[in-house]
Antibody
Framework: EVQLVESGGGFVQPGGSLRLSCAAS????????MSWVRQAPGKGLEWVSG???????HYADSVKGRFTISRDNSKETVYLHMNTLRAEDTAAYYC??????????????WGQGTLVTVSS | DIQMTQSPSTLSASVGDRVTITCRAS??????LAWYQQKPGKAPKLLIY???SLESGVPSRFSGSGSGTEFTLTISSLQPDDFATYYC?????????FGQGTKVEIK
């Protein structure tokens, strides 16, 4: 059974940093695109970033230059390093897995989310 | 970046109604379109992918159609469990985009 478990969320001041983790199990982690999607309180879904099995990365314009996605295939974990955080980054952050191996897949499996609050 | 526009934003319907939600892309995405259902406090759930392919375990009352820039999600007979918010997502490019969501409410 596919499992995705996010951690690392919390309260941080504007300008601060945070690292989110997503521990995966139940599938061959290294061959799947992994993504981060966020949802601000009461708002819609926003794709944040994605990383291929080989390490190619992509970002939404809203986080480019501030966030970095990475993965450790040996630990079956994907990370989201978030720097220069702003109030508008406050959201539940979800980790998601592509439906099939390779690129160009919808997000078929999701974690339960971890909450990030940016406030002074 | 590709923009995805859903309509309507809110939809009031009764159990048994046929419901249609529309999603428009700002440029062609072929059929690289997914639909998700989300309930309050829960992660999204994949319903439809490649515009019209039903995800395993999803009831057959859900269907999707369209290609290029115009897509629809149809629920043939709305059930109590279907009251939720629905999102479209394009995944044709490495940078993905969601629509703003359609909340299906009880009439």
């Amino acid at each position: 059974e596919v499992q995705l478990v996010e951690s690392g969320g919390g309260f941080v001041q504007p300008g601060g940093s945070l690292r989110l983790s997503c521990a995966a199990s139940g599938f061959t982690f290294s061959t799947y695109v992994m993504s981060w999607v966020r949802q601000a309180p009461g708002k819609g879904l926003e794709w944040v970033s994605g990383i291929s099995g080989g390490g190619s990365t992509h970002y939404a314009d809203s986080v480019k230059g501030r966030f970095t996605i990475s993965r450790d295939n040996s630990k079956e974990t994907v990370y989201l390093h978030m720097n220069t955080l702003r109030a508008e980054d406050t959201a539940a952050y979800y980790c998601a897995k592509g439906k099939y191996e390779g690129s160009g897949q919808p997000d078929a499996n999701w974690g339960q989310g971890t909450l990030v609050t940016v406030s002074s | 970046d590709i923009q995805m526009t859903q309509s309507p934003s809110t939809l009031s319907a009764s159990v048994g109604d046929r419901v249609t939600i529309t999603c428009r892309a700002s440029q062609s995405i072929n059929n690289w379109l997914a639909w998700y259902q989300q309930k309050p406090g829960k992660a999204p759930k994949l319903l439809i992918y490649k515009a019209s392919s039903l995800e395993s375990g999803v009831p057959s009352r859900f269907s999707g159609s369209g290609s290029g820039t115009e897509f629809t999600l149809t629920i043939s007979s709305l059930q109590p469990d279907d009251f939720a918010t629905y999102y479209c997502q394009q995944y044709s490019f490495d940078s993905r985009t969601f629509g703003q969501g359609t909340k299906v409410e009880i009439k």
